[in-house]
């Protein structure tokens, strides 16, 4: 992971674990708008499933991913971010579909 404190973005693995992961941003004074009830499902998980808050104006989580790395199945590693919205939003909202 990587996140450092005063800045409002992280970096971490797909497969980090969600109580994993909290502990680590809110020692960088970071949290989500959004927590899951499911403590041990993965980020890529969280993310690409769609979760959601209550409030219609919030994004889903995959709404607040500002970029990513995706290995495709020939080893090739695409750098995902908002300067491609259409990719990126295929990519984090994907319920599942590219095996993360």
């Known amino acids: 992971q990587n996140s450092s404190r005063g800045s409002l973005s992280i970096t971490v693995q797909a497969g980090m674990r969600l109580k994993e992961l909290y502990p680590i941003m809110g020692a960088s004074g970071l949290a989500f708008r959004h927590v899951g009830t499911v403590m041990a499902q993965s980020v890529g998980g969280f993310i690409s499933t769609g979760t959601h808050g209550s409030h219609i104006e919030q994004p889903t989580v995959a709404g607040l991913v500002s970029g990513m ?6 080893g090739t590693v695409l750098h995902i971010d908002r300067g491609n919205p259409d990719l990126l939003n295929a990519a984090t909202c994907s319920m599942g579909a590219l095996g993360v």
Do not use: E, Q, S, Y
């Open 69 to 74: 790395r995706l290995m495709l199945a020939n």
